[in-house]
């Protein structure tokens, strides 16, 4: 079994910064990929950010590339996203999720364990 659990998240006015982290805990945690993705009220789970296993092989949403990145410490069990130039249309709840396989994947169902999410709010 695998947990996940995400902090950082907040109020932020728009162009300022935020960093969110995922915690895991339970079985191994730096053999496979994992992502984030980000939900808004009304709409569906979107991919937000892929890295790989080791974290050299990273994938971004259109949306996000450039603002937004993707990082992990193994020797932590923790992912990061370090979130740039934030915009209103960012605000949502963020999951971090656990691939158990590898390869980078922008699919929600190709992603089994999940966070309980953090709420980021980006005012105008």
């Known amino acids: 079994q695998v947990q996940l659990v995400e902090s950082g998240g907040g109020l932020v006015q728009a162009g300022g910064s935020l960093r969110l982290s995922c915690a895991a805990s339970g079985r191994t945690f730096s053999s496979f990929t994992m992502g984030w993705f980000r939900q808004a009220p009304g709409k569906e789970r979107d991919f937000v950010a892929a890295i790989s296993w080791s974290g050299g092989r990273t994938s971004y949403a259109d949306s996000v590339k450039g603002r937004f990145t993707i990082s992990r410490d193994n020797a932590k069990n923790t992912v990061y996203l370090q979130m740039n130039s934030l915009k209103p249309e960012d605000t949502a709840v963020y999951y971090c999720?656990?691939?158990?396989?590898?390869?980078?994947?922008?699919?929600?169902?190709?992603?089994?364990?999940w966070g309980q999410g953090t709420q980021v709010t980006v005012s105008s």
């Open positions: 999720a656990d691939r158990r396989l590898y390869g980078l994947s922008s699919n929600v169902r190709d992603y089994g364990y």
